[in-house]
């Protein structure tokens, strides 16, 4: 049987990579990556979005952040890096960060910075999904 590689959110494998500056470690996602079963990536600091940033979400085929800057070129930029990493590993599989403007899966926040979620996938989830690389979220 062969193990494919995994690619989990960053921030899930324990890694202060969030917006805040904070992880949102899952022992089992920490335990896959120490084990070399899965590679941790956080597309937006690929993409050259510093830590801690403001709070960005998406609206359409853009990212804003939460005082009006474009951050698409970022974005976009940072999926497609963490996506040649994933296929370079072999991965097939993700698991990402629920609710994301990047790693969201089947729904994201809105747009509004209130906490609302709309249908939608993050960036870098789509451009997984056209890549033929299963994605799941985690919490």
Same mark, same amino acid.
């Given at each position: ?7 989990? =959110? ?45 709070? =960005? ?30 296929? =370079? ?26 906490? =609302? ?23």
């Amino acid at each position: 049987m062969t193990l494919h590689m995994k690619i989990v =959110s960053a921030c899930l494998a324990g890694i202060p990579c969030r917006y805040d500056a904070k992880a949102k470690p899952r022992l089992d996602l920490i335990e896959m990556v120490e084990k070399g079963e899965a590679i941790a990536l956080c597309p937006e600091e690929l993409g050259g979005l510093g830590t801690p940033r403001p709070p =960005s979400e998406r609206i359409g085929d853009k990212v804003f952040t939460i005082g009006g800057d474009d951050v698409t070129a970022q974005f976009f930029k940072g999926a497609h890096l963490a996506l040649e990493k994933a296929q =370079s590993a072999g991965a097939n599989h993700a698991i990402l960060k629920s609710c994301s403007p990047m790693c969201g899966v089947g729904r994201i926040y809105d747009g509004s910075f209130n906490g =609302s979620l709309k249908e939608g996938d993050g960036m870098f989830t789509e451009i997984l999904r056209n890549a033929d690389i299963t994605v799941e979220e985690r919490d």
